[in-house]
């Protein structure tokens, strides 16, 4: 097993150094970032200095030496916008996006597993079907439309929630409940399904052979291997989640890093984008290798097919 | 009820499904089991005798199953009598796994993956016993000792995919045991272990039994264990009760004729010495004629070896083989069946599918009329397929669902360009009919048949491309002994008439004796002995294949019992 996780790990770092190549040239492929930050008509000479101050007239694979020997440093570079370090701008905005992610992921798994559990104990009857028709709204809804509605009733009318901002908790509740419906209805169908596929293998005609009482069949026998297959599908969940964020954070006006990234690409803020993209491929990448982590702590099984 | 009765069924009647689609399963039965003693519930497939052992159990409704008239009584500890049909689910927990506990058929799956097999023994006791986690621990030790799995300190902490498929079967019984039950069900309970491995289960259910004075209440369709085990017999045929009768009076007179037709379906070790070559069931060894086997070589595999690498570490280095194939070298003759015997992992399987190129044999020559098929390239080779062929174990999964019965049997002659349309629709109507199905048959998709008839659908596909060679791997082990019966006469008499040669391939030594000219055992990928079927059956030489015919239960009340001695003293655990 630890062969299989080094094996895996050692996977994640290799595909970060290729994020790492892949946005460099990709951000020096579309256009120099000079025309971008001058106003149109300015004279070459000016043009020239502004190339020669941002570093972009050396050669590329210097300024890819300059690029890589930052990321080392901790130097990320100054923001073309901001004039301040992308390292401090992304101090500020992680922590909002962090907790969007962790309320989101906690919501869609507290409430996922128990109602994915009741749909499979539930199959043909009508509190099965209501779960599996609520889940299937909540998959096919597109995000904003639903944080509109969700804005709508609990803001404009109600004046429950606040509609915008990151400043406390509560501002989270309905970004949070927007990024985490998919993701829930998700969940509930994988539990449903893994669940309904357990409740037909022969150990648990063992358990109740033993005498063992239903909670302990389904709650102990069961639910602990249908575990395993829903584990494997949150890895997949926080890469979804990356993408909705961009969306969910602009409606809500979020300061997180989904709308920093958004801005940093229409304005060719390419340092500030460039560490953005990294970001990202690191949340993804280190999420499914915690998922791989899990999944051998769950499933003995995994052990012996790797040694 | 009689009196003394632990346990008395009583015109049980049960039945699948609701309304119209209703089902019965079991109709009318009634039988008393006493303290002490072994009843066995023999059938084939269908029979209604794992549904009963359920039923007493209170497990039927989990699966779908509905009790509707009859009773289950069953005198518990305590001396009071309770009517396990009506009990409600709580006192049925009580009962279960404490004073009626169960061992199942498939080791495989009847214990929980992601936990160790301690904590599942653990738990019975726990449960029933309101024992802490650290005595019922060291209970669950000892019962592990009991059952002689070696190293049970080690074995506790395992999981089941560590243990080997006997050494499950050990700790199902020793969770079975747990409770020291009035009555243990076992429900086939040896039939997916290797026939020396179930010797020594079958041992050791009959030496606890009898320490406990547990009954047993044996649900098996194997006459050899029945022969081995019981003492009282209830022969089931769908749903109903045919027989009961004492396990020596059964085999010596049976009352019914379908009782006389399974145990006939039987394969018998030792009941063929004197004939020369493979017999039909049912035909009479003086009149028949078997197949000679001819002196002229159709195969001859010389040195085949087939290895699979073992890759380990950070850079997947390769750390050895497994010897699957290692050396082994054989002919079969034209029109004559040399059969392949083995446990499972011995690698007869893999031996015949390397014939094939199915597994890439990594030397060795495979002669089939001289040339090395080994040898042959891509187009060469699919030629070469067309004397070839294979007929493998489980006939549900080697038809695709979603085809018909015509196009299953014509691909091969499509992929060949052997035949075409009209033709094609003749041959296959030909070929059914061979293997005793009918035209009409052609239009029917593989659900619409039974495992017998499937299997001659596999058959039929085998012979259509007109093969010198087939391999029959495991080809009757999956069916009922009566269409076991019926498909290795098949084969007999499809022989006898094209003059077909078998690599049969088969862990069960009663039908090896039956359908062979010559045997070749297998163990750890090498054959320890070839010889003629006599020489085999007769004067084994070699001391495994002198234990793997010791281990074969045999389907005869008066010997059954004496046997399991030698097998230990010829097997050291």
Redesign the interface.
């Given at each position: 097993m630890l062969?299989q996780l080094?094996?895996r790990t050692?996977g994640a770092i290799a595909t970060l150094g290729v994020v790492i190549v892949a946005v460099f040239f990709a951000t020096r492929l579309s256009g120099n970032a000079a025309d971008y930050l001058l106003p149109p008509g300015v004279d070459a000479n000016t043009r020239a200095l502004m190339i020669t101050q941002m570093g972009l007239d050396q050669p590329l694979l210097l300024q890819f030496a300059h690029y890589v020997q930052g990321l080392f440093s901790g130097d990320m570079g100054i923001s073309l916008f901001e004039r301040r370090p992308v390292l401090d701008i992304y101090a500020e905005r992680l922590p909002n996006t962090l907790m969007l992610f962790v309320y989101a992921l906690g919501l869609a798994v507290a409430l996922g597993l128990p109602l994915g559990l009741v749909a499979a104990l539930n199959r043909g009857n009508a509190v099965g079907a209501a779960i599996m028709s609520v889940a299937f709204v909540g998959y096919a809804t597109p995000n904003f439309v639903l944080a509109i509605i969700m804005i709508l009733v609990f803001s404009f009318n109600l004046h429950w929630l606040p509609s915008s901002g990151s400043m406390t908790p509560i501002h989270f509740l309905m970004p949070a409940i927007v990024l985490a419906a998919p993701m829930l209805a998700e969940i509930i169908r994988f539990t449903r399904n893994a669940m309904l596929d357990v409740l037909g293998?022969?150990?648990l005609?063992?358990?109740?052979?033993?005498?063992?009482?239903e909670h302990?069949v389904v709650g102990k026998?069961a639910l602990?291997?249908a575990a395993?297959p829903v584990v494997t599908i949150l890895g997949l969940q926080v890469a979804g989640m990356v993408a909705r964020v961009v969306i969910v954070e602009s409606v809500f006006a979020t300061k997180g890093i989904g709308d920093l990234v958004v801005f940093a690409a229409i304005g060719r803020d390419y340092p500030v984008l460039q560490f953005g993209v990294i970001l990202i491929a690191l949340i993804v990448v280190t999420s499914s290798l915690v998922v791989d982590y899990a999944y051998a702590a769950?499933?003995?099984?995994v052990k012996?097919a790797a040694? | 009820m009689s009196a003394n009765a632990l346990l008395a069924i009583e015109n049980l009647s049960v039945s699948f499904g609701h309304g119209e689609k209703a089902r019965r399963v079991v109709e009318g039965l009634s039988f008393d089991v006493f303290p002490g003693e072994c009843v066995a519930v023999v059938g084939e497939s269908g029979s209604g005798k794992s549904v009963t052992a359920f039923s007493v159990l209170g497990l039927t409704g989990f699966n779908g199953g509905t009790i509707d008239t009859g009773a289950i009584r069953f005198k518990r500890r305590d001396g009071s009598v309770v009517n396990l049909a009506k009990a409600e689910e709580r006192m049925m927990r009580t009962i279960r796994g404490d004073e009626i506990a169960m061992v199942f058929q498939e080791p495989m799956t009847a214990l929980n993956p992601v936990f160790t097999v301690g904590e599942q023994i653990a738990e019975v006791l726990r449960q029933h016993r309101d024992m802490d986690r650290q005595t019922a621990n060291a209970k669950a030790l000892d019962l592990i000792t009991r059952v002689h799995i070696s190293d049970p300190a080690r074995r506790f902490t395992q999981y089941p995919h560590e243990l080997s498929g006997g050494m499950r079967q050990r700790v199902v019984i020793a969770m079975a045991l747990a409770c020291s039950p009035r009555l243990l069900i076992a429900d086939e309970p040896t039939t997916a272990l290797d026939v020396t491995i179930q010797a020594q289960v079958l041992d050791l259910m009959r030496d606890l039994a009898r320490e406990e004075g547990m009954a047993l209440l044996f649900i098996t369709h194997d006459m050899g264990v029945v022969a081995e085990m019981a003492d009282r017999v209830v022969v089931m045929h769908k749903g109903r009760k045919v027989e009961e009768q004492g396990v020596e009076k059964l085999f010596a007179q049976p009352r019914e004729n379908y009782t006389r037709a399974l145990l006939s379906a039987v394969p018998k070790l030792g009941s063929m010495a004197g004939t020369a070559g493979p017999l039909a069931f049912g035909a009479d060894p003086r009149t028949a004629k078997p197949a000679p086997a001819a002196h002229e070589p159709l195969l001859e595999v010389k040195n085949l070896s087939t290895w699979f690498p073992i890759h380990k570490g950070l850079l997947k280095r390769h750390a050895g083989d497994v010897k699957a194939v290692d050396d082994v070298s054989f002919t079969i003759g034209r029109g004559e069946t040399l059969s392949l015997v083995g446990e499972s992992g011995s690698g007869k399987s893999t031996t015949g599918r390397s014939i094939l190129r199915l597994a890439k044999p990594h030397a060795g020559e495979v002669l089939l009329e001289g040339q090395d098929v080994l040898k042959l390239d891509r187009d060469a080779m699919r030629a070469k397929r067309r004397d070839m062929q294979i007929v493998f174990q489980d006939p549900y999964a080697a038809l695709d669902p979603r085809i018909d019965a015509f196009d299953q049997i014509v691909e091969p002659l499509v992929i060949h360009g052997v035949e075409k349309g009209s033709a094609l629709r003749d041959r296959a109507v030909e070929l059914v009919r061979r293997v005793g199905l009918e035209a009409e048959h052609l239009d029917r998709y593989p659900h619409e048949f039974s495992g017998g008839q499937r299997q001659r659908l596999c058959i039929a596909r085998a012979l259509s491309l007109s093969p010198k060679l087939i391999i029959a791997d495991e080809a009757v082990s999956a069916l009922d002994v009566s269409i076991q019966a019926q498909v290795v006469n098949l084969l007999i008499e499809l022989q006898q008439e094209l003059g077909l040669s078998y690599l049969f391939i088969s862990h069960d030594m009663g039908v090896v004796e039956r359908t062979s000219h010559r045997v070749a055992v297998m163990r750890h990928g090498k054959i320890v002995e070839t010889g003629t079927r006599a020489q085999i059956f007769e004067a084994p030489k070699h001391d495994y294949t002198k234990a793997l015919i010791a281990a074969v239960p045999v389907a005869d009340a008066t010997r059954g019992r004496s046997r399991s001695a030698g097998v230990r003293k010829l097997l050291p655990a």
């Open positions: 062969d080094a094996r050692l293998q022969d150990y005609r063992t358990a109740r052979a033993k005498g063992l009482p302990l026998h602990r291997n395993i769950l499933d003995p099984r012996v040694s | -």
